[in-house]
């Protein structure tokens, strides 16, 4: 967790908070041995990704019987620093940002729940009350334990999730070679 502590204790915005990580995230990338970096709110297996009622825009909602998905904010390079397959469109790239358009990537079981047709990509979905467009799928992964079924889940760039004076930030990172070794450089 960060606080404006990790800022020298200043009163900061979102955008002094997306620099300071950015900068985090630029040193742990030029670290040897290091091949890719990205940051999130929580890692897989934490269980720590809250869920929400989501809505199609323009499709009726059933009273009482809104959809949910688990959120979870993710920078550039997530999935391919943590081997999730892309399916189908782009990832999140660093113009996803505080002044970009809302975007958002989806699971497969959030893709085939909300979207039966196959076909999410372009489409908006409505999260806390804020369309976002859904530029990719990527494969389930598993997020509490191997052994849950895969939940619906959509996946918000971190960029433009930077909210208030407390930001959840984790850094996950791939490397070649033994992990165990890289740990202290890290």
Do not use: C
């Amino acid at each position: 967790s960060a606080s404006s502590d990790a800022l020298g204790g200043q009163n900061v915005g979102p955008q002094q908070f997306a620099d300071f990580f950015r900068s985090v995230e630029e040193r742990l990338k030029s670290l040897p041995g290091v091949s890719s970096v990205s940051v999130t709110s929580a890692l897989p297996l934490s269980g720590g990704a809250p869920s929400t009622g989501l809505k199609i825009e323009g499709r009726p909602e059933e009273p009482g019987r809104a959809p949910m998905g688990r959120i979870h904010a993710v920078g550039v390079d997530y999935f391919r620093t943590l081997g999730i397959p892309l399916h189908k469109g782009r990832e999140f790239t660093a113009r996803d940002d505080l002044n970009a358009p809302p975007v958002l990537i989806v699971n497969e079981t959030l893709a085939r729940t909300m979207w039966p047709d196959g076909q999410p990509i372009e489409r908006l979905l409505i999260v806390n009350d804020q369309p976002h467009r859904v530029v990719g799928v990527v494969k389930d992964a598993q997020f509490r334990s191997g052994a849950d079924k895969p939940e619906p889940f959509l996946y918000l760039p971190y960029w433009q999730n930077l909210l208030g004076a407390q930001v959840d930030a984790t850094f996950v990172a791939r490397v070649n070679g033994n992990p165990e070794t890289m740990l202290p450089i890290l």
